[in-house]
């Protein structure tokens, strides 16, 4: 939560490579006393060094910069800022993208059409340690969690299945015919869609599922 001193003022970085999205956002949130903006970024390599900088409370991080997908840098992010709180922004709006940022450790997703109000309620969220998703994505993905079969993809069912077996990610990955970073993908996803977080967890879906071929938890 935030502190109770009156004082503190939440920082933001705004970071996305068409400078008239950070103009338009850097205006949104100028009339807002609550927050302090203390820079911007037209490319990943500048949004780092400006994370490192100032330890923003809250980056707002467009999806894709010049077709490049920015998830790659949030673990460098959450090394040198740990407390900060990344809301992706971006013109997708499928479920799909939302899955892939939150699993990739985003703490919230919000499609640039969404309203200026919604913008400022995603970021109040966040800087009081919370998380945001867009309220129609927030229940696509929750009625795919109340069908966990019906969510997960058939390649995801295969990975879980050899999870579950006993299998590493390299020895996934070399039974598929796949890369280790696409199993470390692929599990990365189905724990979002199911919503589970340790290793058991997820045998014990593959077991509901009848994914598994063993009996044991090697």
């Known amino acids: 939560m935030m502190p109770p001193d009156s004082t503190y003022r939440p920082t933001i970085l705004i970071c ?11 205006t949104l949130l100028a009339d807002d006393d609550r927050y302090r903006i203390v820079g911007e970024a037209g490319e990943l390599a500048e949004t780092v060094a400006q994370v490192e900088r100032h330890r923003p409370t809250v980056l707002l991080l467009d999806l894709s910069f010049r077709g490049t997908l920015s998830l790659g840098v949030l673990p460098t992010v959450r090394a040198l800022s740990p407390a900060t709180r990344v809301l992706i922004l971006t013109m997708h709006n499928d ?28 970021i109040d969220a966040l800087a009081e340690g919370g998380r945001y998703l867009h309220p129609a994505l927030g229940a696509a993905l929750f009625d795919q969690h109340t069908d966990p079969d019906g969510a997960l993809s058939g390649r995801e069912r295969e990975v879980l299945g050899l999870i579950a077996d ?12 796949l ?6 993908a692929q599990r990365a996803s189905i724990k979002v869609k199911l919503g589970v977080n340790r290793r058991s967890e997820l045998i014990s879906h593959a077991r509901q599922l009848r994914l598994t071929t063993t009996g044991s938890d090697r």
Request: proline share 4%; glycine share 8%.
């Open 95 to 122: 479920l799909e993208s939302a899955r892939t940022s939150l699993a990739a450790g985003a703490h919230g997703f919000l499609p640039k059409e969404a309203a200026a109000e919604e913008l400022v309620a995603a």
């Open 179 to 184: 890369s280790v970073r696409t199993i470390e």
């Open 16 to 26: 996305d490579d068409h400078p008239v999205v950070r103009c338009g956002i850097r």
């Open 166 to 177: 006993g299998l590493t990610h390299q020895q996934i990955a070399d039974e598929l015919g």
